[in-house]
């Protein structure tokens, strides 16, 4: 039997499987593509390589202040999450089980409809894809107006240093809202596909990961929290560039509010807030106008 200490550190370790889980930002493939995509900008750029590789294990930038606050909210938001919220809200498919009960109650027998497998595969991982991006940007833009929220989603946006890990600088609340969100989409989502269709439903996936999120994250998407600059050119009316995203965290004051899209560009060119990376320049990272203290515990109750 182990005690609860060290149940509660062996979970405190939780998060270096992130590197091994392919439904991860950080799993290994995903941030070597990343890693040799930025070599390659290097060479194209005729910069320094050793400078760079230098660069990119400095300790000045996984050591800086900013840095550090990333890695412990990285850390305690695993914790919260494993010993809070999958306790309390479940997974997806308990969700999923009681949406479509609901469904055959109020509207009666279901599967009205059967497709070929593969053709139902393909359009169910689409439809999910969609609506976890739109429900993300909405929810990515309901962070940025409302002030109530905005205080806790500036964490986020109060890092100067972005590496990776900065994906998971999020207050605890914010991480909440956003696991229910997910919740809800792949429940809903699940349930109305299990409720039409007189088929199994399963999306198509890649080593265990959707094949859009897989694709789009060996595209590079470690480097949107990096310092390396890579816009996807006139892809980008349509899908997030790295270089979009640090447009969302610049400092400039023309920046804000801008490219709230996490994969899909479509969304922020609708709400008329996108800025492609041509042409644009980011000086820095960080709040526009706000000096933050870079301190995990005076960021507790939001900035
Ligand atoms: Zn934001
Ligand atoms: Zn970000």
Same mark, same amino acid.
């Given at each position: 039997m182990i005690s609860e200490i060290e149940q509660v550190i062996l979970v405190g370790v939780e998060p270096l499987y992130y590197l091994i889980d392919?439904?991860?930002?950080?799993f290994w493939m995903y941030l070597l593509s990343s890693g040799l995509i930025a070599l390659g900008l290097v060479l194209i750029r005729r910069g320094g390589v050793f400078d760079a590789l230098k660069a990119a294990v400095s300790p000045k930038v996984w050591l800086a202040p900013s840095s550090r606050v990333d890695f412990y909210w990285f850390f305690t938001n695993h914790l919260i999450r494993v010993l809070l919220v999958v306790p309390v809200l479940g997974g997806g498919l308990t969700l999923s089980i009681s949406i479509n009960r609901v469904l055959y109650q109020w509207f009666?027998? !279901?599967?009205?409809w059967q497709l070929p497998d593969i053709l139902l595969s393909v359009v169910f991982t689409v439809v999910l894809f969609v609506m976890e991006d739109l429900s993300r940007f909405l929810i990515h833009f309901a962070y940025h107006k409302i002030p109530f929220l905005w205080r806790f989603h500036a964490i986020h946006h109060s890092a100067i240093v972005l590496t990776p890990?900065?994906?998971?600088?999020?207050?605890w609340l914010e991480m909440i809202i956003n696991s229910v969100r997910s919740l809800i989409v792949i429940g809903g989502v699940s349930a109305l596909f299990i409720y039409l269709f007189d088929n199994a439903i399963h999306p198509v996936t890649i080593l265990g990961a959707s094949v859009i999120g897989f694709l789009f994250n060996m595209a !590079?998407?470690?480097?949107?929290?990096?310092?390396v600059w890579l816009g996807y050119g006139w892809l980008e009316r349509w899908v997030v560039s790295p270089a979009q995203h640090q447009v969302h965290h610049s400092i400039a004051r023309e920046h804000i509010?801008?490219?709230?899209?996490?994969?899909?560009a479509v969304w922020d060119r609708l709400f008329g807030v996108l800025v492609l990376s041509q042409d644009t320049r980011v000086e820095g990272f960080g709040l526009a106008g706000k000096k933050v203290e870079q301190s995990f515990l005076s960021q507790q109750t939001g900035l």
């Open positions: 392919s439904q991860k930002r950080i009666g027998a !279901g599967d009205f890990i900065t994906l998971y600088r999020i207050h !590079g998407a470690n480097l949107r929290h990096s310092h509010d801008k490219n709230f899209g996490a994969t899909l």
